[in-house]
C-alpha cells in the first residue's frame, strides 16, 4: 500500500519533470487510557497516516507533507514540493539520493498489541487502581501499532511496522508519592498490578519526609534517573553538532572523560531496544561502540557529515533537509553485576533516587543539567534505607557524574519522561551536586 | 469542512447513548524555513487535515479522531469514541458533569495584514541569509543560526448543544542565534527571545517590525564578548529581569500552577500537580500588592499565542484576574473542571494542539500588566544584576522550586549597568519570588511574548502561549546557584 503512494508521489514529479524522488510514509493508531484520582478521565485514540515527499532538483531540495493521500492530494503535495524546491538556492553539499545497502530487519510486532482494546486497557488500569489500595493512583496505559517506510528512486525500500505498550502509574499518599513506569513492544510483557505495587511502596516508604540540607551525597540512581539524566548527552555523539562545536565532545573526542567501567554502544538489534532499522535517508542503522573504558570514539554520520569529515555513514541522519545532522537513538548503557540492594547495603550515607523531573541543560560544554528529584527520595544510613527525604534540586555535570561512578547494575529497559527509551543500569555516584531543597 | 464536522456529530449521537459530543475539524498548512551557517537548513511545508469526535457515553469521555474523511472512516471514528468511553466505566467513581454553556455561532479570523505565506520563499531565505551573515561577520562567532516558522489553521467547532464556531488563525514566528565556541566554553546570544525567537498571532507584518538586521552585530558582539566576562557571582542579590525572561517566570511559576485540571489531579502522573491547592483561592498572597496578573484570550489584549474568539469546547474567550492586587484570585478551567468546584461557567481555556487531540486546560495569555515605573527607576538599585534572554529553565512538580538560567547578565551599580556576567542562573520559590517584586516597568515598555514549544498532556501536546511583561525587579533573590 505505502509503495503505491511513493509511486504516485514518483509519477506526479515526473509530470513536472523531475526524476529524484524520497518518500516517507507514517501510518498507523495510537490509543491511550488515562487515570487520576482512581479513575479514567481521558481516553483517546488516533488514526492517522502522512506521505512527506522530498525532490532533488538540481542542487536545490526541499520537503511538503501531507495527510491528504487521494491522487489529488498527492499531487498538491508534490506541486508544493517541487515549488518550494526550486525557491531554494543552490547548495554545493547537497548531496544525491542515498543508493540501497541491505536491511537487517528487526522484527517488533505484536498482533496481540496492535488489536489491544480499550477493555483490555480499562481492566489493566482497574487492577493498578485495586493494588494502590488507599493511594491515589494517575497514570497511563497506551499501546500504538506505527509504520513508517522511505522510498527513493534510486531503489531504497525501507520497511518497518512495530507496536508499543507503556503503562506508567504515580500513587500519592498525604505527603509523598511513588512512581513506576514500564514499556515494550509487547503488551502481555506489562503487569500494571506489580508496577502499581512497586509505586504504592515507594509512595509508602516516603511517608513523612525528613529535610536534610542540599549539600553534594553520594547517590543511587535508579535505571528511571540514569535515564533522563545520562541520556541527555546523547546527542552529542553527533558529527555535525561536533563540527558545529555545540557537542561536548567538541575537541574531546578520543578523551578519557569518564571512570573505566562505561561503555555506551549505540545498537538498534539489542533484544530490548525499539525503533526501525534504517535512518532518515533509507540508510541501514550500523552498532556504534560510542565509548568504551570511559573513553568516547565514536560518533554517528549521516552521509553529508560522513562525506565533509571522509569517515562512513553509520544510518543516523535524520530526515533531510534539517540543520541538526544525526544522533545515536538506541542507546546501551553497559551493565555492572551490583543489585540495587547491594548498592544500598554498601552506602553509609547517600539518598536513593527513583526519578528526576524537568531536566535543562545549564552549561552544554560541562554539561551540567539541573532538575529536580521526584515521586521517591530516600535517605540512606549504614547501608539501609531509613527515611524518606523532601524533594531537591540538583545542579551537576554528567561527565562528572560518569566519572564519579562506584557501582553499576543490571542494564534494563528503561522509560522516563525526560529522554527517549534507553537501555541502562542503575548506579552508585559519589559526589552528586544537591543545591536546594524544595518544599515537599 | 461544516458539512463533515455536521455528519460526525451525528454519527456520534445517532446511537442514542451520547449524552454530549463535540467535533473540531482542522485544515492546517505550515512553512518551515531556517538556515545554519550561510546555508539553507531546513526548507519544509506541509498540509493537515482530520477531526476529532469527543463524546461523553455511559458518564465517561471517549475521544477517537482519524485523518480519513470518508464516511466510513468518520463512522468508524464515532463507534470507536463510544467504545473508549463505555471502557472507561471499568474504572469510574461518577458521571462526568459539565458547567452551563449557551449554543453559538461564530466566524473568527486572526488579524493578519501581510499574509506570509504569499511573501515569496526566496525573499524569507533572503532575510534570514542576510542575518546569517551579519552574525558571522564578526570574529569569533562559530555557529549562526536562524528560522521562519508560518502557520495557518482553520477549525470547525459543532457540538451536541448546537454550537458551530469556525475560527482561523496564522502565526508567524522568527529569531536568531550567534555561538561563540572557545577555551572549553560554549556562549550564545539569541534574538529576539532565545528558543525560536518571537511568536505572535500576526502575519508578515511581525517579522518586519522586529528589526532582526539591526541587532544582529551586537548579538555577535555579545556572543563572543561573554567569553572574557567575568563568571556571574552566587550569592543575595536585587534582580531585574528583561521582559522575554519574566514571560517565561510568569508561564512556570503561575502559567502551569493556575492550571486547575494539574490542581485536581489530572496531571499528576506526568506534569504534576499544584501548590495552589483549592483553599488558596482568594486568601494566598501570591504576589506584592503591585503584582497583577490576568489570564486573557481576548482580542483586546493583543495577538498573543492564546488569542482566540471561543476555546475548543466552545466556550468565549474571557479576561480572567488570576492575582489582583498581589492576592490569588483565580484559575484556568473548563467546563468539567469549572463544574467540579462549583463555578457556573468556564472561563474558557480549554485548546488541543491539533484535530488528533483531546483539548485540555492551556494557558491563553497570561500576563503581568504593566506597573508605572519608569525604566530607570525599575534599575534604580545600589547592588542588583540585570538580567536576559533565557538559557535554562526547570521548576518542580509541583511549582514552588524554580531556577532559570540567562544568556546575559549585566552589574547594576547605583542604578548603572557595570560588568558582563557570563553564565547567570537565579531560582528561588514561587511566591517567595513574586512577594519580592518591587518595580514594574510602564505599558511602553510592556512586550507580548509568545512561547510555542508548551508541552502538557498524555499524549503530550505542545502548544503556544501568550506572555506579557515589562522589565521588572525583585528584591534579595538567590543568584548564581546553576554554577556551584
Same mark, same amino acid.
Given at each position: 500500500?505505502?509503495?503505491?503512494?511513493?509511486?504516485?508521489?514518483?509519477?506526479?514529479?515526473?509530470?513536472?519533470?523531475?526524476?529524484?524522488?524520497?518518500?516517507?510514509?507514517?501510518?498507523? $493508531?495510537?490509543?491511550?487510557?488515562? !487515570?487520576?484520582?482512581?479513575?479514567?478521565?481521558?481516553?483517546?485514540?488516533?488514526?492517522?497516516?502522512?506521505?512527506?515527499?522530498?525532490?532533488?532538483?538540481?542542487?536545490?531540495?526541499?520537503?511538503?507533507?501531507?495527510?491528504?493521500?487521494?491522487?489529488?492530494?498527492?499531487?498538491?503535495?508534490?506541486?508544493?514540493?517541487?515549488?518550494?524546491? #526550486? $525557491?531554494?538556492?543552490?547548495?554545493?553539499?547537497?548531496?544525491?539520493?542515498?543508493?540501497?545497502?541491505?536491511?537487517?530487519?528487526?522484527?517488533?510486532?505484536?498482533?496481540?498489541?496492535?488489536?489491544?482494546?480499550?477493555?483490555?486497557?480499562?481492566?489493566?488500569?482497574?487492577?493498578?487502581?485495586?493494588?494502590?489500595?488507599?493511594?491515589?493512583?494517575?497514570?497511563?496505559?497506551?499501546?500504538?501499532?506505527?509504520?513508517?517506510?522511505?522510498?527513493?528512486?534510486?531503489?531504497? #525500500?525501507?520497511?518497518?511496522?512495530?507496536?508499543?505498550?507503556?503503562?506508567?502509574?504515580?500513587?500519592?499518599?498525604?505527603? $509523598?508519592?511513588?512512581?513506576?513506569?514500564?514499556?515494550?513492544?509487547?503488551?502481555?510483557?506489562?503487569?500494571?498490578?506489580?508496577?502499581?505495587?512497586?509505586?504504592? #511502596?515507594?509512595?509508602?516508604?516516603?511517608?513523612?519526609?525528613?529535610?536534610?540540607?542540599?549539600?553534594?551525597?553520594?547517590?543511587?540512581?535508579?535505571?528511571?534517573?540514569?535515564?533522563?539524566? %545520562?541520556? @541527555?548527552?546523547?546527542?552529542? =555523539?553527533?558529527?555535525?553538532?561536533?563540527?558545529?562545536?555545540?557537542? =561536548?565532545?567538541?575537541?574531546?573526542?578520543?578523551?578519557?572523560?569518564?571512570?573505566?567501567?562505561?561503555?555506551?554502544?549505540?545498537?538498534? !538489534?539489542?533484544?530490548?531496544?525499539?525503533?526501525?532499522?534504517?535512518?532518515?535517508?533509507?540508510?541501514?542503522?550500523?552498532?556504534?561502540?560510542?565509548?568504551?573504558?570511559?573513553?568516547?570514539?565514536?560518533?554517528?554520520?549521516?552521509?553529508?557529515?560522513?562525506?565533509?569529515?571522509?569517515?562512513?555513514?553509520?544510518?543516523?541522519?535524520?530526515?533531510?533537509?534539517?540543520?541538526?545532522?544525526?544522533?545515536?537513538?538506541?542507546?546501551?548503557?553497559?551493565?555492572?553485576?551490583?543489585?540495587?540492594?547491594?548498592?544500598?547495603?554498601?552506602?553509609?550515607?547517600?539518598?536513593?533516587?527513583?526519578?528526576?523531573?524537568?531536566?535543562?541543560?545549564?552549561?552544554?560544554?560541562?554539561?551540567?543539567?539541573?532538575?529536580?528529584?521526584?515521586?521517591?527520595?530516600?535517605? %540512606?544510613?549504614?547501608?539501609?534505607?531509613?527515611?524518606?527525604? #523532601?524533594?531537591?534540586? =540538583?545542579? @551537576? $555535570?554528567?561527565?562528572?557524574?560518569?566519572?564519579?561512578?562506584?557501582?553499576?547494575?543490571?542494564?534494563?529497559?528503561?522509560?522516563?519522561?525526560?529522554?527517549?527509551?534507553?537501555?541502562?543500569?542503575?548506579?552508585?555516584?559519589?559526589?552528586?551536586? =544537591?543545591?536546594?531543597?524544595?518544599? !515537599? | 469542512?461544516?458539512?463533515?464536522?455536521?455528519?460526525?456529530?451525528?454519527?456520534?449521537?445517532?446511537?442514542?447513548?451520547?449524552?454530549?459530543?463535540?467535533?473540531?475539524?482542522? *485544515?492546517?498548512?505550515?512553512?518551515?524555513?531556517?538556515?545554519?551557517?550561510?546555508?539553507?537548513?531546513?526548507?519544509?511545508?506541509?498540509?493537515?487535515?482530520?477531526?476529532?469526535?469527543?463524546?461523553?457515553?455511559?458518564?465517561?469521555?471517549?475521544?477517537?479522531?482519524?485523518?480519513?474523511?470518508?464516511?466510513?472512516?468518520?463512522?468508524?471514528?464515532?463507534?470507536?469514541?463510544?467504545?473508549?468511553?463505555?471502557?472507561?466505566?471499568?474504572?469510574?467513581?461518577?458521571?462526568?458533569?459539565?458547567?452551563?454553556?449557551?449554543?453559538?455561532?461564530?466566524?473568527?479570523? +486572526?488579524?493578519?495584514?501581510?499574509?506570509?505565506?504569499?511573501?515569496?520563499?526566496?525573499?524569507?531565505?533572503?532575510?534570514?541569509?542576510?542575518?546569517?551573515?551579519?552574525?558571522?561577520?564578526?570574529?569569533?562567532?562559530?555557529?549562526?543560526?536562524?528560522?521562519?516558522?508560518?502557520?495557518?489553521?482553520?477549525?470547525?467547532?459543532?457540538?451536541?448543544?448546537?454550537?458551530?464556531?469556525?475560527?482561523?488563525?496564522?502565526?508567524?514566528?522568527?529569531?536568531?542565534?550567534?555561538?561563540?565556541?572557545?577555551?572549553?566554553?560554549?556562549?550564545?546570544?539569541?534574538?529576539?527571545?532565545?528558543?525560536?525567537?518571537?511568536?505572535?498571532?500576526?502575519?508578515?507584518?511581525?517579522?518586519?517590525?522586529?528589526?532582526?538586521?539591526?541587532?544582529?552585530?551586537?548579538?555577535?558582539?555579545?556572543?563572543?564578548?561573554?567569553?572574557?566576562? /567575568?563568571?556571574?557571582?552566587?550569592?543575595?542579590?536585587?534582580?531585574?529581569?528583561?521582559?522575554?525572561?519574566?514571560?517565561?517566570?510568569?508561564?512556570?511559576?503561575?502559567?502551569?500552577?493556575?492550571?486547575?485540571?494539574?490542581?485536581?489531579?489530572?496531571?499528576?502522573?506526568?506534569?504534576?500537580?499544584?501548590?495552589?491547592?483549592?483553599?488558596?483561592?482568594?486568601?494566598?498572597?501570591?504576589?506584592?500588592?503591585?503584582?497583577?496578573?490576568?489570564?486573557?484570550?481576548?482580542?483586546?489584549?493583543?495577538?498573543?499565542?492564546?488569542?482566540?474568539?471561543?476555546?475548543?469546547?466552545?466556550?468565549?474567550?474571557?479576561?480572567?484576574?488570576?492575582?489582583?492586587?498581589?492576592?490569588?484570585?483565580?484559575?484556568?478551567?473548563?467546563?468539567?473542571?469549572? +463544574?467540579?468546584?462549583?463555578?457556573?461557567?468556564?472561563?474558557?481555556?480549554?485548546?488541543?494542539?491539533?484535530?488528533?487531540?483531546?483539548?485540555?486546560?492551556?494557558?491563553?495569555?497570561?500576563?503581568?500588566?504593566?506597573?508605572?515605573? +519608569?525604566?530607570? *527607576?525599575?534599575?534604580?538599585?545600589?547592588?542588583?544584576?540585570?538580567?536576559?534572554?533565557?538559557?535554562?529553565?526547570?521548576?518542580?512538580?509541583?511549582?514552588?522550586?524554580?531556577?532559570?538560567?540567562? /544568556?546575559?547578565?549585566?552589574?547594576?551599580?547605583?542604578?548603572?549597568?557595570?560588568?558582563?556576567?557570563?553564565?547567570?542562573?537565579? +531560582?528561588?520559590?514561587?511566591?517567595?519570588?513574586?512577594?519580592?517584586?518591587?518595580?514594574?516597568?510602564?505599558?511602553?515598555?510592556?512586550?507580548?511574548?509568545?512561547?510555542?514549544?508548551?508541552?502538557?498532556?498524555?499524549? *503530550?501536546?505542545?502548544?503556544?502561549?501568550?506572555?506579557?511583561?515589562?522589565?521588572?525587579?525583585?528584591?534579595?533573590?538567590?543568584?548564581?546557584?546553576?554554577?556551584?
Amino acid at each position: 500500500m505505502s509503495e503505491n503512494y511513493f509511486e504516485a508521489a514518483v509519477q506526479a514529479a515526473a509530470k513536472l519533470g523531475i526524476q529524484d524522488v524520497e518518500v516517507h510514509y507514517r501510518a498507523g $493508531s495510537e490509543a491511550l487510557t488515562r !487515570f487520576a484520582n482512581n479513575a479514567i478521565h481521558q481516553n483517546v485514540s488516533e488514526t492517522s497516516q502522512s506521505l512527506s515527499v522530498r525532490l532533488l532538483i538540481g542542487q536545490k531540495s526541499a520537503r511538503a507533507t501531507t495527510n491528504r493521500l487521494d491522487a489529488d492530494g498527492i499531487a498538491r503535495c508534490v506541486a508544493e514540493a517541487a515549488a518550494l524546491t #526550486r $525557491s531554494m538556492a543552490d547548495d554545493e553539499e547537497l548531496m544525491p539520493l542515498a543508493d540501497p545497502a541491505p536491511i537487517t530487519p528487526v522484527d517488533r510486532y505484536d498482533p496481540e498489541t496492535a488489536l489491544c482494546s480499550p477493555e483490555t486497557r480499562a481492566r489493566g488500569v482497574a487492577a493498578a487502581i485495586r493494588e494502590a489500595g488507599s493511594l491515589t493512583a494517575a497514570g497511563i496505559y497506551s499501546t500504538e501499532d506505527l509504520t513508517e517506510a522511505v522510498f527513493n528512486t534510486k531503489g531504497i #525500500r525501507a520497511m518497518h511496522r512495530e507496536t508499543m505498550a507503556r503503562f506508567s502509574i504515580t500513587t500519592m499518599a498525604g505527603d $509523598s508519592s511513588g512512581w513506576a513506569k514500564a514499556s515494550s513492544v509487547r503488551c502481555g510483557d506489562l503487569d500494571p498490578a506489580a508496577l502499581a505495587a512497586t509505586a504504592a #511502596r515507594k509512595a509508602r516508604l516516603s511517608a513523612n519526609p525528613r529535610e536534610i540540607p542540599a549539600g553534594a551525597y553520594t547517590v543511587i540512581l535508579e535505571p528511571a534517573a540514569v535515564l533522563d539524566f %545520562i541520556g @541527555q548527552i546523547m546527542p552529542g =555523539f553527533s558529527a555535525t553538532a561536533i563540527a558545529d562545536q555545540r557537542s =561536548f565532545l567538541t575537541e574531546r573526542l578520543h578523551t578519557k572523560l569518564f571512570d573505566e567501567r562505561i561503555q555506551i554502544t549505540d545498537d538498534v !538489534f539489542h533484544p530490548l531496544q525499539s525503533g526501525a532499522p534504517f535512518d532518515g535517508e533509507g540508510l541501514p542503522r550500523q552498532v556504534l561502540a560510542l565509548a568504551r573504558n570511559g573513553m568516547p570514539q565514536a560518533i554517528a554520520y549521516s552521509r553529508a557529515a560522513a562525506r565533509k569529515a571522509g569517515a562512513v555513514p553509520t544510518g543516523h541522519g535524520h530526515e533531510l533537509p534539517n540543520d541538526t545532522g544525526e544522533a545515536p537513538e538506541n542507546i546501551v548503557i553497559h551493565g555492572g553485576s551490583a543489585t540495587l540492594d547491594e548498592m544500598i547495603a554498601s552506602t553509609p550515607n547517600g539518598i536513593l533516587v527513583s526519578r528526576l523531573w524537568y531536566i535543562r541543560e545549564v552549561d552544554p560544554y560541562e554539561t551540567i543539567m539541573t532538575g529536580m528529584t521526584r515521586d521517591g527520595t530516600f535517605l %540512606i544510613e549504614d547501608g539501609r534505607v531509613t527515611a524518606g527525604l #523532601r524533594n531537591f534540586r =540538583f545542579n @551537576q $555535570s554528567v561527565i562528572e557524574a560518569l566519572s564519579n561512578v562506584e557501582m553499576l547494575g543490571e542494564a534494563v529497559r528503561t522509560s522516563g519522561e525526560e529522554m527517549f527509551d534507553m537501555v541502562v543500569p542503575a548506579m552508585k555516584i559519589h559526589g552528586f551536586g =544537591f543545591t536546594e531543597v524544595t518544599r !515537599f | 469542512m461544516k458539512d463533515r464536522a455536521l455528519e460526525a456529530l451525528d454519527a456520534a449521537l445517532r446511537t442514542g447513548v451520547t449524552t454530549f459530543a463535540d467535533v473540531r475539524l482542522v *485544515e492546517s498548512k505550515d512553512r518551515s524555513l531556517s538556515t545554519k551557517n550561510g546555508r539553507a537548513g531546513n526548507a519544509a511545508s506541509s498540509e493537515d487535515l482530520g477531526l476529532g469526535i469527543r463524546v461523553i457515553a455511559e458518564g465517561c469521555w471517549g475521544f477517537a479522531a482519524t485523518s480519513d474523511l470518508s464516511k466510513a472512516g468518520i463512522e468508524a471514528a464515532a463507534k470507536l469514541a463510544i467504545e473508549i468511553a463505555r471502557s472507561g466505566a471499568l474504572a469510574k467513581h461518577g458521571d462526568v458533569a459539565l458547567a452551563p454553556e449557551d449554543a453559538h455561532t461564530a466566524t473568527w479570523t +486572526s488579524a493578519c495584514e501581510i499574509d506570509p505565506f504569499a511573501v515569496p520563499v526566496e525573499a524569507q531565505f533572503m532575510h534570514l541569509l542576510d542575518i546569517d551573515r551579519e552574525l558571522r561577520r564578526h570574529k569569533g562567532v562559530t555557529m549562526a543560526e536562524g528560522s521562519m516558522q508560518f502557520s495557518r489553521s482553520r477549525q470547525i467547532y459543532v457540538s451536541s448543544i448546537g454550537s458551530v464556531i469556525d475560527q482561523t488563525r496564522t502565526v508567524s514566528g522568527v529569531g536568531y542565534a550567534a555561538h561563540s565556541f572557545k577555551d572549553d566554553e560554549i556562549q550564545k546570544r539569541s534574538f529576539p527571545t532565545s528558543f525560536g525567537g518571537q511568536y505572535q498571532q500576526r502575519g508578515y507584518e511581525l517579522i518586519r517590525e522586529l528589526d532582526l538586521l539591526m541587532h544582529a552585530p551586537r548579538i555577535a558582539e555579545e556572543a563572543v564578548a561573554l567569553h572574557s566576562a /567575568e563568571q556571574c557571582p552566587e550569592g543575595i542579590y536585587d534582580l531585574i529581569l528583561e521582559s522575554s525572561q519574566l514571560g517565561l517566570q510568569i508561564h512556570e511559576s503561575i502559567g502551569h500552577p493556575i492550571e486547575l485540571d494539574r490542581v485536581l489531579g489530572s496531571e499528576a502522573n506526568y506534569a504534576g500537580m499544584s501548590f495552589l491547592t483549592l483553599d488558596q483561592l482568594n486568601t494566598l498572597k501570591y504576589g506584592s500588592d503591585i503584582v497583577n496578573v490576568v489570564c486573557d484570550a481576548t482580542e483586546t489584549h493583543g495577538p498573543g499565542l492564546g488569542t482566540f474568539a471561543f476555546d475548543d469546547e466552545g466556550v468565549p474567550a474571557q479576561c480572567v484576574d488570576i492575582i489582583r492586587d498581589g492576592q490569588f484570585r483565580g484559575y484556568m478551567t473548563s467546563r468539567e473542571t469549572a +463544574s467540579a468546584i462549583g463555578q457556573t461557567r468556564s472561563n474558557g481555556t480549554m485548546r488541543a494542539t491539533s484535530w488528533d487531540r483531546l483539548p485540555l486546560i492551556r494557558m491563553t495569555n497570561v500576563s503581568l500588566l504593566p506597573g508605572k515605573q +519608569s525604566l530607570e *527607576e525599575v534599575f534604580d538599585v545600589n547592588d542588583g544584576i540585570f538580567m536576559e534572554t533565557n538559557k535554562s529553565w526547570s521548576i518542580d512538580d509541583k511549582r514552588y522550586n524554580f531556577q532559570f538560567g540567562c /544568556e546575559i547578565a549585566w552589574e547594576i551599580k547605583n542604578g548603572k549597568r557595570g560588568r558582563m556576567f557570563k553564565n547567570p542562573t537565579y +531560582s528561588g520559590i514561587s511566591t517567595e519570588f513574586w512577594n519580592a517584586c518591587d518595580a514594574i516597568a510602564g505599558p511602553e515598555h510592556w512586550v507580548l511574548w509568545g512561547i510555542p514549544n508548551c508541552g502538557k498532556g498524555q499524549p *503530550e501536546q505542545v502548544m503556544g502561549t501568550g506572555h506579557g511583561a515589562s522589565p521588572s525587579r525583585f528584591r534579595k533573590i538567590r543568584v548564581g546557584g546553576g554554577y556551584r
